[in-house]
């Protein structure tokens, strides 16, 4: 079960989606937070995913003090089947 961490007064329950049995020939999203560093690791992880076959998407929130927009949120959604978030500082 996840709880959303966003302030919320009353948390929302979320239940867990099943885990990808494998990445291999899945579309991943490389979430970068804007926090300084962020993208050092995220090239790291798209490295590693890539020499894996895995096909990478880039994306970023405009900023690490709020949760990413609702329309990025859907776009990453609707077409990635897992994602990655980068918090580095």
Not at 66 to 76: E, G, M, S
Request: charged fraction near 30%.
């Amino acid at each position: 079960m996840l709880l959303d961490p966003t302030g919320e007064r009353t948390p929302t329950r979320r239940e867990r989606l099943p885990r990808l049995a494998s990445l291999a020939g899945r579309k991943v999203a490389l979430l970068d937070i804007s926090k300084p560093r962020g993208d050092v690791f995220l090239n790291r992880i798209e490295r590693h995913l890539v020499e894996h076959g895995v096909e990478v998407v880039r994306f970023s929130k405009p900023t690490f003090t709020k949760p990413a927009p609702l329309d990025l949120r859907q776009q990453i959604a609707a077409t990635c089947d897992a994602v990655i978030e980068a918090l580095a500082d």
